[in-house]
């Protein structure tokens, strides 16, 4: 019997937006416009919010005090003129990405109209059809950015999804991924070039870095011995094994690691040596016997 094909279709694209600098202009502070200012201060974007002071959530006025660089506040209700061919009170045209926020949704949908027709990016918390782009429920870990998404089908049961994700998590992504993008930026400074040999070389030298030191590990390096990882194992074509590191102490160099390897190693060459002792002494024995 034929194998059935999956059916391929109604999903989204999953991307990491980048909006650092650019400019995103949110209509409504309410609870959800609360939410919206939260998701979008870690990407570093510009935020100008409309919506009238007397209608802020609490979240909302307290981002406003704590992030004034950030968030511009026009204390305003956005409209549209009357007028057949009117403009917005705002000009949309001039964000990268409008999200409306609204307890009107004739204004919503206007806004989103607005948007489309000079294609701006644009999402509506209240009319998922019209949306360009839904939100998702989130997991970040410092680099570590997880979406969970039901493409608009439950929120409520992507937020639960979230709260198990998180306990899936060690605790130590954040802090590894960190780690591993200084080696990759230090790796491709000593060897840059795109495509070709040297980046299949370093591609598949940082997968076999990640693959073989546990996150834990990743996590403890610091620049003297991602120099070290790179002048030892880059130079050589080699992953060497990550040092082990001891419970007390967190900090460690490589330094430190070669002494506690060699003290690691005391034990063995001991008992090495008191082997060939006793060796030699039944070997005396054997010959006094004779
Ligand atoms: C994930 C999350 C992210 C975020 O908002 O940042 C998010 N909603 C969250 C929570 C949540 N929202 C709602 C409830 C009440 C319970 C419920 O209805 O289930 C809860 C539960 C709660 O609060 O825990 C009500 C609701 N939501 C939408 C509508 C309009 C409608 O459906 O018509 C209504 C009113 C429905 C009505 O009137 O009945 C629409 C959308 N909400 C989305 C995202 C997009 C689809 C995401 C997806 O499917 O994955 C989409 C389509 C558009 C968008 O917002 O981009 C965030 C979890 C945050 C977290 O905890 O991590
Ligand atoms: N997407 C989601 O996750 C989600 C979750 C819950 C609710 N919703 C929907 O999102 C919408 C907003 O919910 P909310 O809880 O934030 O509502 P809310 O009432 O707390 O907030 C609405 C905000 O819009 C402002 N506002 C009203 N008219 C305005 C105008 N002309 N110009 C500028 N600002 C104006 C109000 O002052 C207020 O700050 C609702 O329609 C709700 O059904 C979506």
Known sequence: MAEQQKPVGGGSLL???????????????????AQRIDSLLTTDANIDLVSPSAGLHPRTKKFLEQYPSRITHFDQSFSFPDTQQAAASIDV???????????????????????????????AADIPDLCDFYFGGQVRDGPLQIM????????RIAALIKDRVKGALTGKEGEALIKVGLLRTK???????????VGKRR???????????SLE??????????????DEGWERNEV????????????????EVFKSNATRS????????????????????????K
Not at 191 to 197: E, K, M, Q
Not at 203 to 213: K, L
Not at 217 to 230: F, P, Q, R
Not at 266 to 289: E, T, Y
Request: aromatic fraction near 8%; charged fraction near 25%.
């Open 15 to 33: 991307i990491a937006w980048q909006l650092k600098d650019k400019k995103v202009l949110i209509v409504g502070g309410g609870e959800v416009g």
């Open 93 to 123: 045209g001039a964000y990268d990405m409008v999200l409306t926020a609204l307890d009107d949704t004739a204004l919503s949908r206007k806004i989103v109209q607005a948007c489309r027709s000079i294609r701006v990016p644009v999402n």
């Open 148 to 155: 969970i998404s039901t493409n608009g089908n439950g929120p």
């Open 187 to 197: 790796l491709k400074e000593r060897a840059p070039g795109v495509g070709g040999d």
């Open 203 to 213: 591609m598949r030298w940082m997968s076999r870095v990640c693959e073989q030191w």
């Open 217 to 230: 590990d990743l996590s403890h390096l610091d620049e003297e011995a991602m120099e070290k990882l790179l």
């Open 240 to 255: 060497p094994t990550p040092p082990e590191f001891s419970k007390e102490s967190r900090s460690w160099s490589w330094v």
């Open 266 to 289: 005391l034990p063995s060459a001991a008992s090495f040596a008191a082997g060939i002792v006793f060796a030699q002494f039944i070997f005396s024995v054997w010959r006094g016997k």
